[in-house]
């Protein structure tokens, strides 16, 4: 399968704990999204990288959330000193951007479900 | 900024029948429009888009969607469901700005009976 790829699919952590979420991208892919979820939601955009370059932040994206796409391949999304209104589920999404074309439908994950006791 | 409106929370339809799930955007400059699945913990599957052109727009799963500018909408539609179309539909949408992020609207549940 050469979809988007995300590492844990389920986490459970007790409050104040940090986790780190892991996205593979389709490989070709030059964009990654990360939002989420919660339920009977539809996806809350949280940021946007361009190759490593992270272009666009949410403000649902506080102090304790920070996202990273070092070499522009894989990210990762890390929740520090976690909080019960945390929980949902933490969606990846990848497109490519190929010139000036920027319409490419993003391709999304299966996603990680957080749950903070 | 941008909007998405999905006035349903469920649709229910028999299967054979044709269905409609409906969605209004709001944007300040061009929209670009998707249409997203989800079935029971799994991720989003892309249906289909408009980005520019016919107003008509077929997609995946005998699947296609009118774009209707003066009314804003951008509802899916099907000629004949399947009970498995049963899922969870999202409309989503962006400006043509340059910024990449997808708003999307709460979800649609289709139920599709046998």
């Known amino acids: 399968d050469t979809g988007v790829s995300q590492d844990p699919r389920h986490k459970i952590t007790k409050r104040g704990q940090n986790v780190t979420f892991r996205c593979d991208p389709i490989?070709?892919?030059?964009?990654l999204y990360w939002y989420r979820q919660t339920l009977g939601q539809g996806p809350e955009f949280l940021t946007y990288?361009?190759?490593?370059?992270?272009?666009?932040k949410s403000r649902l994206l506080s102090d304790r959330f920070s996202a990273e796409r070092p070499k522009g391949s894989f990210s990762t999304l890390e929740i520090q000193r976690t909080e019960q209104g945390d929980s949902a589920m933490y969606l990846c999404?990848?497109?490519?951007?190929?010139?000036?074309?920027?319409?490419?439908?993003?391709?999304f994950g299966p996603g990680t479900r957080l749950t903070v006791l | 900024a941008q909007s998405v409106a999905q006035p349903e929370d469920q649709v229910n339809v028999a299967e054979g029948n044709p269905l409609t799930v409906k969605c209004t955007y709001s944007?300040?400059?061009?929209?670009?429009l998707f249409w997203y699945v989800q079935y029971p913990n799994r991720g989003l599957q892309f249906l289909l888009k408009y980005i520019t052109g016919d107003n008509l727009v077929k997609g995946s799963y005998g699947f296609e969607a009118e774009f209707n500018k003066s009314q804003t909408s951008f509802h899916l539609k099907k000629p004949s469901a399947l009970v498995s179309d049963s899922a969870l539909y999202f409309c989503?949408?962006?400006?043509?700005?340059?910024?990449?992020?997808?708003?999307f609207g709460t979800g649609t549940r289709l139920l599709v009976s046998p």
């Open positions: 490989s070709e892919h030059n964009r």
């Open positions: 944007v300040s400059g061009n929209p670009y």
């Open positions: 989503a949408v962006r400006d043509d700005t340059g910024f990449q992020k997808l708003v």
């Open positions: 990288f361009q190759n490593e370059a992270q272009l666009e």
């Open positions: 999404a990848s497109s490519l951007k190929l010139g000036t074309s920027g319409n490419n439908e993003q391709f």
